[in-house]
């Protein structure tokens, strides 16, 4: 097992273009909802108006809650892959691998700062939760991984719904609306200011209220699982088991999303009181953006495998760099949007707004490709490991 996993060069490029995949997709929605700021001009004929509305549609419905989901299954592969190469040296990753999370939460704060939308915070805070099941079975981390993806939270305020029909209780006690008037001026200082404080603690009262976080615990967990079970390397001896594993997925995961995706608006209609239609909403979503990760997922990596990734693996150097890439797109996205740089909010609607996603996604993309050319590893994700292994002997 130890020997695959160090000569499987092809099912790391196969992670690292499925990541940079991930990637792509966030920094396209973060174009078009101008980071978090949802001010966009008034469309200037009818036929951008329309344009402008299916591109919205398309984006969401390609990557909201599917990007995400794939990065999060990743985090918790990328967790099992340096834990198990610490243990067959005989080292506990454990001490490290906490460590490595506040470093994560400091490159989040410095994330936060200009985007409040920003994952890295909650990732290094739910990153905890891989700690005390590391060694537990398979069988039980999977157990765990599925109450979490049921969503019991929400399911508590279903049946205290029912007892109560008539009970609202308000749920999003901070707002990112709170953080607009920042976004709009053209102070830079109170931008931060204001996302520091307010705007972190509306995004993680966000993820708290429409399962995030219960969702993304449990895809840390399956990520875990997925490399315990070596079903993210592919190797002469593990081709038949991978691929078919895969292609059930698929097969499983597709008719799932069809059925999730054309119930929903059913489920919807019969629910009357307000508290429960929405953690019924959070839930449903949950569950419909699971499949459709999955179908991408499985898709991507069996086409990455049967074409030797003659296309996918452009997207290799970007997914290596994937915390330099996510950062960077927060820094220049939020002067391109916000007040206090250029504020093309007041002039890009989404067609706009995408193509500056695509050609800023290009400009990084290109540089991935020329950096990594000249180094092993991306700018920040250098400084991240370093710090990770400081005053440690490690090649």
């Not at 990541?19 to 101008?34: D, T």
């Amino acid at each position: 097992m130890g020997n695959e996993l160090l000569r499987s060069n092809e099912r790391i490029l196969a992670i690292d273009a499925l990541r940079g995949f991930a990637v792509m997709g966030i920094i396209l929605l973060h174009n078009i909802e101008h980071f978090n700021y949802y001010s966009f001009p008034e469309a200037t004929s009818p036929l951008l108006a329309s344009l402008d509305k299916h591109l919205w549609d398309m984006l969401f419905f390609l990557f909201s809650g599917k990007a995400y989901a794939i990065f999060a299954l990743l985090f918790g592969f990328t967790f099992y892959l340096q834990s198990h190469n610490c243990e067959k040296r005989g080292q506990d990753f454990r001490n490290r691998y906490m460590w490595r999370l506040l470093l994560l939460l400091g490159f989040g704060f410095i994330n936060a700062s200009f985007f409040p939308g920003e994952i890295l915070v909650l990732y290094a805070l739910l990153g905890f939760v891989l700690v005390p099941v590391r060694h537990l079975s398979d069988k039980t981390v999977a157990w765990i991984a599925c109450i979490l993806m049921l969503q019991p939270l929400e399911w508590c305020k279903v049946i205290y719904a029912c007892f109560f029909p008539d009970a609202n209780p308000q749920q999003m006690i901070y707002s990112l609306t709170e953080v607009y008037p920042q976004m709009k001026e053209s102070s830079l200082w109170e931008l931060i200011k204001t996302n520091l404080v307010t705007g972190q603690l509306a995004s993680l009262n966000w993820a708290w209220c429409y399962g995030r976080v219960f969702q993304t615990a449990s895809l840390f967990m399956a990520g875990m699982l997925l490399g315990r079970k070596g079903l993210f390397r592919l190797t002469d001896e593990t081709h038949g088991k991978v691929m078919h594993f895969w292609l059930r997925v698929g097969i499983a995961a597709l008719p799932s999303a069809v059925v999730l995706y054309y119930l929903k608006d059913f489920i919807y209609s019969q629910i009357a009181n307000p508290f429960m239609k929405a953690s019924m909403e959070t839930i449903w979503n949950s569950w419909y953006n699971l499949a459709c990760m999955l179908v991408m997922v499985s898709a991507f990596l069996l086409l990455y495998w049967t074409n030797k990734g003659k296309v996918q693996q452009l997207l290799v150097p970007y997914g290596k760099m994937s915390l330099t890439d996510y950062i960077s797109q927060s820094l220049i996205g939020s002067f391109l949007y916000y007040g206090y740089g250029l504020g093309l909010h007041r002039y890009c609607g989404t067609t706009y707004s995408l193509l500056i996603g695509i050609v800023f996604f290009l400009l990084q993309l290109l540089f991935a490709h020329w950096w990594f050319r000249h180094f092993k590893r991306g700018p920040l994700e250098t400084i991240w490991h370093k710090l990770t292994w400081i005053h440690a002997k490690r090649k």
